[in-house]
């Protein structure tokens, strides 16, 4: 059986596991209403089918428009904000450390773009 040295997961049903975890699978038709599982899937139903999801329709994705992108990043990062606070005990470590994966994130980005257009 695969066994990693330390947990992969910090939050939810298999927090602190080392192996994998049986029947942690299919939980969101539980836990998800149906309008939040079909809101879910208008957007990126797409991907979810790629990777072995199944979906209830096979329409194309719904494009998030900017405002609502803006508020689901915002909510995203405050989350984010949240859990690095209580991951290293005190905000202005936890917004270096979000900083810091920023500008990993965008070292990265800029690299793939640039990259993109010399070809």
């Not at 939040?36 to 208008?42: H, L, P, S, T, V």
């Not at 329709?57 to 859990?83: A, C, Q, T, V």
């Amino acid at each position: 059986m695969l066994s990693l040295k330390k947990p992969s997961e910090n939050l939810g049903d298999t927090k602190g596991e080392i192996s994998i975890v049986k029947d942690n699978y299919g939980k969101w038709r539980e836990r998800l209403t149906p309008a939040r599982a079909a809101r879910i899937e208008a957007i990126c139903g797409s991907l979810m089918r790629e990777i072995g999801y199944e979906t209830t329709h096979d329409r194309p994705d719904k494009r998030l428009l900017g405002l609502e992108m803006s508020i689901y990043k915002l909510f995203d990062g405050f989350n984010l904000l949240k859990f690095n606070t209580r991951k290293e005990g005190n905000p202005l470590r936890a917004l270096h450390w979000m900083a810091k994966a920023m500008r990993v994130a965008r070292s990265k980005h800029d690299d793939a773009s640039g990259s993109k257009q010399q070809s």
